[in-house]
């Protein structure tokens, strides 16, 4: 067998193999993806992973988390919607951490970079004002919607009356929508404060505008097993405006809201149900959804009575599926990823016919929660025309309601 060596030359030859090993990680690190990138964001992102059969995870950013932007607190983000033209996003807060705080929307640049989820960007921040010139407050405005219409006008569903109002770009006062007296919350109507109009979207070719209860009406309850017999109400292009047209019954999951709805065409939407339980946390899932077929029940009374069947609707992805991909959590929840999703939007379209998601956190302002964006590439059950309203499904459309 070879001599053993000297403790000086075991010396020598441990310099020397350290060396070595240091020049080798060096040019590891050099050669690595992103080693010459930009800092790190506040939360790792992962890319591509599968969240299900029909939806893969692009990656998650709490960049936007417990900021402040001009003079304002970023929070309460409840509603997000695309501006196509612009490239930008409109991010609606709900209430502002005390009751005097300016109702507002935010301008947000959400970029994709390789088909994952980049850094958000503040761009600017609009106050929403009365014909008048004073803001609106978080006393007189609880902000859970926004649509965007051809016009370039903003639609904000608040929960606290609720309303639909219509906004200009910068944040004045334009007009309301009627809401049907039986959504007004107790005693003026049926409604639960705090459950009612949470959701807002209009269809590819804005004939259509969808929002939803978060919870029942009084007169509709919850089934048995503690599933919210919910209404979807669409209200119909009315040259300006638009004007309640017909509601449907849809029926959540056991002890989950309606928080978001994103038409995809007139009679096909995507729903997204949010839950939440003490020490177990929340449960976010988006189901697709047909009304083909399905009973206008403005005039029933109560979505209990006998013989009354909801909307078809199929599960497209539960987010607890997803990789936590290193997000983390100061609560409760069965993948560190959740958090209380409210808002839903498209982002920019795929290969593949795929279809980009957003979704975003509402963060209440709590030092428990976070503010976070969250990106899925998912595969619907319908070609991208279709989606977009093409004429033959619009045809259907028609013939469905005629029906």
Do not use: W
Request: glycine share 10%.
């Amino acid at each position: 067998m070879p001599a053993l060596a000297t403790a000086p030359a075991r010396a020598r030859m441990a310099s020397t193999l350290f060396a070595v090993l240091a020049a080798a990680a060096a040019i590891l690190a050099l050669l690595a993806p992103g080693a010459a990138a930009k800092p790190a964001q506040k939360a790792p992102t992962a890319a591509n992973a599968s969240c299900g059969p029909r939806a893969e995870f692009l990656g998650f950013s709490d960049a936007l988390n417990k900021r402040t932007f001009e003079g304002t607190t970023v929070g309460g983000l409840s509603a997000l919607v695309r501006d196509p033209d612009r490239g930008v996003y409109y991010s609606l807060v709900d209430t502002g951490p005390t009751p005097a705080d300016p109702a507002r929307f935010y301008t947000l640049r959400i970029p994709f970079e390789g088909g994952r989820l980049g850094t958000p960007e503040i761009l600017d921040v609009t106050v929403l004002r009365r014909a008048g010139g004073a803001p609106f407050t978080a006393s007189d405005l609880d902000g859970e919607g926004i649509a965007l219409t051809p016009d370039r006008e903003l639609l904000v569903a608040s929960e606290t009356e609720p309303s639909i109002r219509r906004f200009s770009l910068d944040g004045k006062l334009l007009g309301e929508l009627p809401v049907p007296q039986r959504f007004r919350v107790a005693p003026a109507g049926e409604a639960r404060a705090n459950q009612t109009f949470e959701s807002l979207s209009l269809t590819p070719e804005a004939e259509s505008l969808f929002t939803a209860v978060e919870g029942p009406l009084a007169s509709d309850g919850m089934t048995s097993d503690g599933r919210a017999r919910i209404r979807i109400l669409r209200y119909e292009e009315n040259g300006a405006t638009f004007s309640p047209a017909e509601q449907f019954f849809y029926l959540a999951e056991s002890g989950q809201g309606v928080v978001e709805i994103l038409a995809l065409s007139e009679r096909r939407l995507l729903v997204l149900e949010r839950g939440f339980v003490s020490g177990q946390g929340n449960t976010v899932r988006i189901f697709e959804v047909k009304l083909s077929g399905a009973r206008d029940v403005s005039g029933v009374q109560s979505l209990a009575e006998p013989g009354l069947r909801p909307v078809n609707k199929k599960l497209l992805v539960d987010l607890a599926d997803c990789p936590p991909s290193g997000a983390t959590t100061t609560g409760t929840q069965r993948n560190p990823l959740l958090d209380n999703f409210e808002s839903l939007a498209f982002g920019p379209d795929l290969s593949g016919g795929r279809r980009t998601l957003i979704l975003q956190s509402d963060d209440n302002f709590s030092p428990g929660q976070v503010t976070r964006v969250l990106a899925l590439g998912v595969r619907l059950g319908l070609a991208r025309g279709q989606e977009d309203g093409g004429r033959r499904e619009r045809d259907d459309d028609r013939r469905d309601r005629d029906d």
